[in-house]
Antibody
Framework: QLQLQESGPGLVKPSETLSLTCTVS??????????WGWIRQPPGKGLEWIGS???????YYNPSLKSRVTISVDTSKNQFSLKLSSVTAADTAVYYC???????????WGQGTMVTVSS | DIQMTQSPSSLSASVGDRVTITCRAS??????LNWYQQKPGKAPKLLIY???SLQSGVPSRFSGSGSGTDFTLTISSLQPEDFATYYC??????????FGPGTKVDIK
């Protein structure tokens, strides 16, 4: 059974770069079946897709965040990562990693990790 | 960009009620529409994919319909564990996903 787990700092200073890692267990990140994605949810608000990556390294980003986002994959560690630069308080959110079979929805989710942007 | 709207934004219902939630896309998305359930403090759970396909393990009281721009999630007989927020998500634009704003279902 595929499982995902987010990790990274819970507090980031304004203007700095938010960095999170998602560790995949119970399956290979190199599987051609899956896309790996990041989704966030500000407190009390809805879901926002940040971006997705295929094991080959192909990336797809939300246009509204594209200039600040980098998603990468490390097949040797079975992990994929999110970097969001120049953060502000508006980037405070629960960040989820998730897997999707192409366009058939995100079927496996991590538990989420709260990231607060504050000095 | 494809924008998603949902109605209502919230509703109150009783156990056993039939509940219908609507999702509308700003342009045709064929059947590239997924539905999620989220409970407080938990990650979302995929209920329906491709507009009407039930995700494995999801109770059959959940169903989805629609195509083009208008979609519906129906809960045939609301159960206590169904009180949650429901989100639609389009996956028509090649890996450029958009979620709807959500519909909160609470106890009447």
């Amino acid at each position: 059974q595929l499982q995902l787990q987010e990790s990274g700092p819970g507090l980031v200073k304004p203007s700095e770069t938010l960095s999170l890692t998602c560790t995949v267990s119970g399956g290979s990140i190199s599987s051609s079946s899956y896309y790996w994605g990041w989704i966030r949810q500000p407190p009390g608000k809805g879901l926002e897709w940040i971006g997705s990556i295929y094991y080959s390294g192909s990336t797809y980003y939300n246009p509204s965040l594209k200039s600040r986002v980098t998603i990468s994959v490390d097949t040797s560690k079975n992990q994929f990562s999110l970097k969001l630069s120049s953060v502000t308080a508006a980037d405070t959110a629960v960040y989820y990693c998730a897997s999707s079979v192409a366009v058939a929805g995100f079927d496996i989710w991590g538990q989420g990790t709260m990231v607060t942007v504050s000095s | 960009d494809i924008q998603m709207t949902q109605s209502p934004s919230s509703l109150s219902a009783s156990v056993g009620d039939r509940v219908t939630i609507t999702c509308r896309a700003s342009q045709s998305i064929s059947s590239y529409l997924n539905w999620y359930q989220q409970k407080p403090g938990k990650a979302p759970k995929l209920l329906i994919y491709a507009a009407s396909s039930l995700q494995s393990g999801v109770p059959s009281r959940f169903s989805g319909s629609g195509s083009g721009t208008d979609f519906t999630l129906t809960i045939s007989s609301l159960q206590p564990e169904d009180f949650a927020t429901y989100y639609c998500q389009q996956s028509y634009s090649t890996l450029l996903f958009t979620f709807g704003p959500g519909t909160k279902v609470d106890i009447k």
